[in-house]
């Protein structure tokens, strides 16, 4: 049994949650998010909360969890947002925005430019990539996909981390 599934999830003032069939919408402030979840939890609206419960398969008490905690993060994106921070360390690595795409210059012979996804703004200050979105998966998978471009390396701590990921230090050659 789930326990976050158990749980009415309140929807606060100004916001409209809508179910049509496997389609949930939440509506609230300037944004609008729709994510599409199957048959296996029946989803209802009750006196301003939705109620979870799971059909008798075995599959819908091991989603039960899941669909309760992205239907809060439905809610909060529409009403606060999710923000993700990158740090970029090295000396000469920098990173800009030029016509909605980030151009990262990393220690390569080339830059490397990554398209923007649509609904992420992004801004750049000094040595930190500041990424706000609505949608907290589309936001995780593009910082994911920017930390990828250079990860940071044990000896040095040379990359693209999150702020506060602690990178554990090798101590690398000795001399003798």
Do not use: C
């Not at 789930?2 to 100004?14: E, M, T, V, Y």
């Not at 690595?93 to 649509?118: C, M, T, W």
């Amino acid at each position: 049994m789930s326990r976050l599934g158990k749980q009415p999830i309140l929807i606060p003032n100004g916001v409209e949650v809508t179910i049509d069939g496997d389609l949930i919408t939440v509506k609230g402030g300037k944004t609008s998010l729709s994510k599409r979840f199957k048959e296996d939890v029946t989803v209802s609206i009750d006196n301003g909360k939705i109620v979870l419960s799971p059909t008798n398969t075995q599959d819908s008490k091991k989603m039960w969890g899941t669909y309760a905690a992205h239907l809060r993060n439905l809610i909060t994106g529409v009403t606060e947002g999710f923000t993700k921070v990158l740090e970029i360390e090295g000396v000469g690595y920098r990173a800009e925005i030029k016509n909605s795409q980030l151009i990262l210059n990393v220690g390569f012979s080339h830059s490397v430019q990554l398209d923007i996804p649509e609904g992420i703004e992004v801004e750049v200050k000094k040595n930190d990539i500041i990424m706000k979105s609505a949608d907290k998966e589309l936001l995780g998978q593009f910082a994911a996909n920017v930390r990828k471009v250079k990860k940071p390396e044990p000896y040095k701590g040379k990359g693209i981390r999150y702020k506060g990921e602690f990178i554990i230090r090798k101590q690398g050659k000795k001399a003798v």
